[in-house]
């Protein structure tokens, strides 16, 4: 039998009042918007409690990262790995808003203390069936699903603040209007947190910073912050007129207002992440000791962030881990995060004491948190399934226009070599359009972070085998970036692709895809900048010169700077094309049809030594 919908839960819907509102006078004014408790009084919370026992499980369902991904992400991107008793590793298909409902729902049952968290990213860089309607149809779903609490994540601001805010009040869309007749854009009936982003001519927090759960006498509280790093992986647009703030020094700001508050249990919930020892999901973080299984960001803010909040779900890296991290007292401490794309989540155990009103974690324990695979073999929940039909009706006419053909599977996001073959053939669609605007163009560029998903020769309807629509080319691009053309000089372009592995690109390279004609060799042996051996950088089999101009294509967020390539915003004269999924798609039909089909490329520009 297919999931039903759960009715909705009186105790999650009372406490929504306290929706997300930018531009709060002042922080008493946000202690003002928080009620003592949804639908009681602070006096009754303590006669509720009174007679019962001490301590009682609070059940924190969570994950991350969804990215919009509504229907089932395709190939590699919809997969997690698990580890086999044996040693071996398994792929199993998961993900998809009608199977995660399913899991939320059936792992509620028999919970009565059950609060459903995410960490950010759950809109952007979205598949066309939610992004051609500006990610309205994944903010129903999240409201369907019963999500209490999110934090923002760096691809909220993909659109812009006041497009964020809409997301979170409701109304249609300013350009597009309402997608659907006779029926408004809602918004979202849960908080958006952003505690460390502010407005920059007010200084304020331009949604709220926290947000308090609140059931039959227990209080948690939820601080939401994004990494500080986002403008230099958001477009320029996106972030304009906001400040980004230190992830500890703001979370520790707000964990002391809860706790003069009485809130003492506090879970941060923050998209940033790290980088886990094994791609399994069920991997023991904990092995060789606490917390040795994971590295990257998350684990120095971690280590900072006030002993006062008592578990991190975090995001960002499209990682699957649950570590425990010691808090700067010495303390145990969950630190999760659920892979991506709503193909894991998370159920962490959380033991309330009702007299000193905090979380105990004097003996935290891998087995009190735990992620579980949303399986693709479990039945659907009816209500996304109707959802999901009733926003593919009004995406096809556009989203199953076939665009081009592939002799087989073309992987992208879930490439496993650092230059991928999908990055190879968007660099050189790039290259193409670069060349029909100014036939001089050189090279083309594209960052990694821009490349969403694989292409996938099996059908995903009803198109036939090898044949790439339109709606699958905007899943793997979905930014509605430009093309634009900049001359560089060969010495700025050698310090570009450095850029690469130094800088703020460092301790996590990204590794640019490159188009037909560029070669060098990434030697990974050695540390910083060097790894891009210098010498080995030829155009056409020619070393590039550094007192000669070239002339780059490459997509607007690198030619603004972005993703820490701050030497490829130096370009000059340049010159703006058409949206990249066009250059793509065009590319796409010019060079490939039933009886001759582009083949996966070979991914063989950069040598890599390891």
């Known amino acids: 039998m297919p999931a039903t919908p759960q009715p909705r ?3 999650r819907r009372a406490t929504r009042v306290l929706a997300a509102a930018a531009g709060l006078a002042t922080l008493g004014a946000l202690a003002a918007a928080l009620p003592a408790s949804a639908g009681q009084s602070a006096g009754q919370d303590a006669a509720g409690a009174a007679g019962k026992k001490r301590t009682v499980d609070v059940q924190l369902l969570s994950f991350n990262d969804f990215h919009g991904n509504l229907q089932p992400p395709a190939g590699s ?16 298909d998961a993900g998809g808003a009608e199977y995660l409902a399913t899991s939320l729902r059936t792992a509620r049952k028999g919970n009565p203390y059950s609060v459903t968290a995410a960490a950010g990213d759950l809109i952007g860089a979205s598949p066309l069936l939610s992004g051609l309607f500006h990610d309205e149809p994944t903010i129903e779903a999240m409201n369907k699903l019963d999500l209490d609490v999110t934090s923002v ?4 601001f993909d659109e812009g603040a006041k497009e964020l805010a809409r997301m979170q009040k409701g109304g249609c869309h300013p350009k597009d209007g309402c997608f659907e007749k006779g029926k408004k854009f809602k918004g979202a009936d849960y908080p958006y947190l952003a505690a460390n982003v502010t407005d920059e001519k007010t200084d304020k927090p331009v949604l709220k910073p926290y947000w308090v759960w609140k059931h039959k006498g227990v209080k948690v509280g939820f601080i939401g912050v994004t990494l500080e790093g986002t403008p230099d992986i958001v477009s320029a647009d ?17 964990a002391k207002i809860l706790d003069k508050q009485g809130v003492k249990s506090i879970v941060t919930l923050i998209h940033e992440g790290g980088a886990p020892a094994s791609q399994s999901y069920n991997y023991d973080c904990d092995s060789p000791g606490a917390g040795d299984g994971i590295s990257g960001p998350i684990t120095t803010i971690a280590k900072g962030i006030t002993p006062k909040v008592d578990a991190l779900v975090t995001g960002h890296t ?5 570590c425990t991290v010691p808090d700067p007292a010495g303390k145990p401490r969950m630190v999760t995060s659920a892979s991506s794309f709503g193909k894991l989540y998370t159920d962490t155990t959380l033991t309330y004491d009702r007299k000193t009103k905090d979380i105990v974690r004097t003996s935290v324990k891998s087995a009190k948190s735990k992620n579980h695979v949303v399986s693709r073999e479990q039945a659907k929940a009816r209500d996304m399934t109707s959802l999901i039909q009733r926003w593919d009706k009004l995406a096809a006419p556009i989203a199953d226009k076939p665009a081009g053909f592939i002799s087989g599977d073309i992987p992208g996001r879930g490439a496993t070599t650092p230059e991928a073959p999908l990055g190879d053939l968007i660099a050189d669609a790039q290259l193409a359009h670069g060349k029909s605007l100014d036939p001089e163009t050189d090279l083309a560029l594209m960052n990694p972070g821009g490349i969403r998903s694989d292409l996938v020769h099996k059908a995903s309807g009803s198109e036939g085998d090898g044949v790439v629509t339109y709606g699958e080319g905007f899943t793997v ?3 509605s970036n430009t093309v634009n053309l900049v001359d560089l000089t060969g010495a700025q372009l050698i310090t570009g692709l450095k850029q690469q592995v130094s800088g703020s690109n460092e301790a996590s390279p990204k590794i640019l895809q490159i188009s037909d004609g560029l070669t060098y060799t990434l030697d990974m042996t ?6 891009v051996v210098t010498d080995s950088i030829k ?12 002339r780059v294509a490459m997509n607007s967020f690198l030619a603004g700077g972005g993703d820490g390539f701050a030497e490829l915003g130096k370009g000059t004269k340049p010159l703006v094309g058409s949206d990249d999924l066009k250059a793509f798609n065009d590319y796409l039909t010019a060079n490939s049809s039933a009886d001759k089909p582009i083949a996966p490329p070979k991914a063989d520009r950069i040598t890599i030594v390891k």
């Open 9 to 11: 839960r009186p105790r």
């Open 477 to 479: 691009q979905p930014f």
């Open 318 to 322: 499209h990682a699957a881990y649950v």
């Open 77 to 92: 991107s919809g997969q997690v790995t698990e580890k086999q008793p044996d040693g071996t590793e398994k792929k199993i």
């Open 238 to 254: 996106g972030v304009k007129g906001l400040k980004f703030h230190d992830e500890i020094e703001t979370v520790n700001k707000y």
């Open 153 to 156: 994540g760096n691809h909220e």
């Open 539 to 550: 155009l056409g089999g020619k070393a590039i010169d550094p007192a000669t101009t070239y």
């Open 526 to 531: 050695k540390s910083g900048a060097d790894r």
